[in-house]
Structure formats: C-alpha cells, structure tokens
C-alpha cells in the first residue's frame, strides 16, 4: 500500500495513510506499548492489528469489546490410498518433507505442510486432494472507534505465518494501520514488514538489546522499508545504542525512561498515556516524525 498525502475525512491524521510495523529484535522490549498507546493517542479510525499470534497480549491493556472471532485453516494433503500408484512424485516435489514415500504407504505430514499444492499438481492419478487443518483464530474487536484485530496461534502449532497474512489481510486501505510484530527476525516477522511504509524499531541500551537490533535493521534493509528507533528504558546501560544510531543514520523517534510509576502501571495491565495523559503528546510527535519521514521518500 502505498502512502498517501491526498484529503480524506474524519481525524487529521487520516490525511496520510499507510501501515507501520511496531517490531523488534527480540521479545520483552516494548512493541505492544508503543502499539497500544500509539493507538490510542491517535485514537478513532486507526487499525490496531496484533500479529504476535503466539502470545497476542495487546487486548490486555485495552480491554476490546470483541465482535467476532473467525477460524483460520490451511489446506494440507489427504491421500486415496485406492488410487495411489506410488510413484513417489508427490515427495519428490516437497522441499519441505511433508509428504514421504515409505515402501508402498505415502504418508503426510501436515504439521510440516506449507500449503502450496504443489504434491496435489504433480500426482498422474489426481490421488491427493485437500482437506483444512486449522490454524488458529483470528478475533476483531473494538475500543472507542479504534478497530483491533488479533490473531491467536492453537497450541501446538508451528506454522505461524499464513495466520499472520491473515491477520495482515484486514488491514484498511482507509485506515492507519498499526502492526504489532511477533518478536526477532524470522519468518512471521519479515511478512510484517513487507506490506509496511515504516518499521519502528523498539529497543533498549543492552548489549543483547543492541545486537538483536541490527538484525532486525538488516532485515528491514533486505526489504528496503525505511525503520526509526524507540528506546525504551533508556537511562540505562551506555550510549553504544546511539552510536550505532549514529553510524546507521537511524532516527531516534522517542526515549522512555527507566520510570518505576510507568513499569508498576504496567503491572496493572495500565496503558501510560491512560495513566499519564501527558505522554499523549510524545506518542503524537512519535506519529508526526514518521510522517515527515515517509513524506521525504514519497
């Protein structure tokens, strides 16, 4: 989706659309409280999408009223064994292993399927058809004009991302949409990078906290999506995250101090702009920059 700077009704902010990746390098940094306080400082019209679909706690803090919730499935192989040849043709084209030729028995593995059809294709005697197994649950809900989606791994699942896409696929093109990213660098991460105008940053002054960032800098560089800093806890530890800032040319969005009144607020499932109205203004300005930012490159 590209940017856009044209009229459109309702909030100011509304004025310049786009999606922005609330990420990070690694978990426990801060991405749900920059998402959520972000959200609602800007407050209704904006899209709130929580795609940390292993642990989604973004509803914690805002309390949603929940107006649906919808099945998410994928197909996965299911195999005739009365009209299977077992020619092998069907695992010779898996790269994934999924489905495997053992003596005259063909046997699938969903939990490693990724969908693609590719096995179903390939058979001469169409003796693969598909069948859903189901993924996880995608909720939407609502705060105060504010639209938040969420999408909720089932237990023991492994294959994350086609329920992050689907996640991602509510997304208004009419909207500000807000992505709260799973943590790290892999696979669920980068698809919510892909669709982003911006990626925001989360970090903190460690030395773990530094090292995971440039990760997930390099991987926001692979995809050529412009990304800022949020340091959060940021009295602590030493200046090594600022140089690094520095060298990169990465723009420091906003600090958040190491503050005992904003981590007991925490605790209590307490959003800070909710507890402290006064840092709505920093969330604006934080929403401001990344506008002017974007702006440059359009």
Request: glycine share 10%; net charge negative; charged share 20%.
């Amino acid at each position: 989706m590209g940017a856009s700077t044209g009229k459109k009704s309702g909030p100011q902010w509304v004025e310049f659309i786009m999606i922005i990746s609330i990420a990070s390098g690694k978990g426990g940094t801060g991405k749900t409280t920059i998402s959520t306080n972000l959200a609602l400082s800007l407050g209704s019209g904006v899209q709130l999408l929580d795609c940390d679909v292993e642990q989604p706690n973004a509803h914690l803090f805002l309390s949603p009223v929940i107006d649906w919730t919808e099945t998410v499935t994928m197909p996965v192989p299911e195999v005739n064994p009365d009209k299977c040849t077992h020619c092998g043709k069907c695992a010779d084209i898996c790269q994934f292993n999924a489905i495997v030729l053992v003596g005259e028995t063909v046997l699938p593995f969903e939990e490693l399927c990724h969908g693609c059809g590719g096995c179903m294709a390939v058979c001469p005697e169409n003796a693969i058809v598909e069948k859903p197994r189901q993924l996880g649950v995608v909720q939407k809900g609502h705060l105060n004009g504010i639209a938040i989606y969420q999408g909720c791994l089932r237990v023991g699942e492994a294959m994350s991302p086609p329920l992050v896409k689907k996640v991602l696929s509510y997304a208004d093109p009419g909207s500000l949409n807000l992505v709260d990213a799973p943590p790290g660098t892999s696979c669920p991460v980068v698809e919510t990078m892909k669709t982003a105008e911006f990626v925001i940053m989360v970090t903190e002054p460690t030395p773990f906290g530094l090292h995971d960032l440039k990760l997930a800098v390099e991987a926001a560089g692979q995809l050529n999506v412009p990304c800022g800093l949020v340091i959060n806890r940021s009295d602590l530890g030493d200046n090594c995250l600022e140089a690094y800032a520095a060298l990169e040319n990465l723009p420091i969005l906003l600090k958040i101090p190491f503050d005992r009144r904003i981590a007991e607020a925490y605790s209590r499932g307490e959003t800070l702009v909710s507890v402290y109205p006064e840092w709505k203004i920093q969330f604006l300005n934080l929403y401001e920059k990344v506008k002017h930012l974007v702006s440059g490159l359009i």
